[in-house]
């Protein structure tokens, strides 16, 4: 079992930074794909970073550019840089870890949301 833990989060004015964590716990996160993804009020869940074991980084292009994935494998933990936020960045962030099966994303597990709040 992989247990995720974030922290992080608030309120910030447009055009602020703000930085999320993700710390697992359960297993290295050296064995995981890391995502980040975010629910907004009334629009569909966006999945807008990803981490893979071998180091890359994907991005969703509405974040591409001010967000920034991370991992320290060490601490075992994720994190998320927001930079230039947007009030349409609005939303709950989730972090999860994944493994790939026959090309199929399945996800091991949740954290628990952060509420991410701009303001212009």
């Known amino acids: 079992q992989v247990d995720l833990v974030q922290s992080g989060g608030g309120l910030v004015q447009a055009g602020g930074s703000l930085t999320l964590s993700c710390a697992v716990s359960g297993s290295s996160i050296s064995n995981y794909h890391m995502n980040w993804d975010r629910q907004a009020p009334e629009k569909q869940r966006e999945l807008i970073a990803t981490?893979?074991?071998?180091?890359?980084?994907k991005y969703a292009d509405s974040v591409k550019g001010r967000f920034t994935i991370s991992r320290d494998n060490a601490k075992n933990t994720v994190y998320l840089q927001m930079n230039s936020l947007k009030p349409d960045d609005t939303a709950i962030y989730f972090c999860?870890?994944?493994?790939?099966?026959?090309?199929?994303?399945?996800?091991?597990?949740w954290g628990q949301g952060t509420q991410v709040s701009v303001y212009s």
């Open positions: 981490s893979t074991p071998d180091g890359s980084t």
């Open positions: 999860n870890a994944a493994i790939l099966i026959d090309n199929n994303v399945v996800v091991k597990g």
